[in-house]
């Protein structure tokens, strides 16, 4: 059984940060990338960032600039840095890891606001 699960979703005003984290456990036995994707009710999930395995990462153009993936896919770890967070950037974030099969977590909810 696989496990995905992101924290440090949360609410924060128009210019602030917030970091979250994915942790995967269970049967996985290699991973090639982590990615993160976020959705909003009504819209299709959308790509924001990824990380692969040789430590190689990708940004969407709404975020670049202003999110940083890191991680180690070694650990079945990532974490997402957001800074300059605009409300446009409110959504639930998930966390997806390819291991030959992709596995998503639940999602965490991001909501940007004053």
């Known amino acids: 059984q696989v496990q995905v699960v992101e924290s440090g979703g949360g609410l924060v005003q128009p210019g602030g940060s917030l970091r979250l984290s994915c942790a995967a456990s269970g049967r996985i036995f290699s991973v090639y990338d982590m990615a993160w994707y976020r959705q909003v009710p009504g819209k299709q999930r959308e790509w924001v960032a990824r990380i692969f395995s040789s430590g190689i990462t990708g940004y969407s153009d709404s975020v670049k600039g202003r999110f940083t993936i890191s991680g180690d896919t070694a650990k079945k770890t990532a974490y997402l840095q957001m800074s300059s967070l605009k409300p446009e950037d409110t959504a639930v974030y998930y966390c997806?890891?390819?291991?030959?099969?992709?596995?998503w977590g639940q999602g965490t909810q991001v909501t940007v606001s004053s």
């Open positions: 997806a890891v390819q291991a030959g099969q992709l596995y």
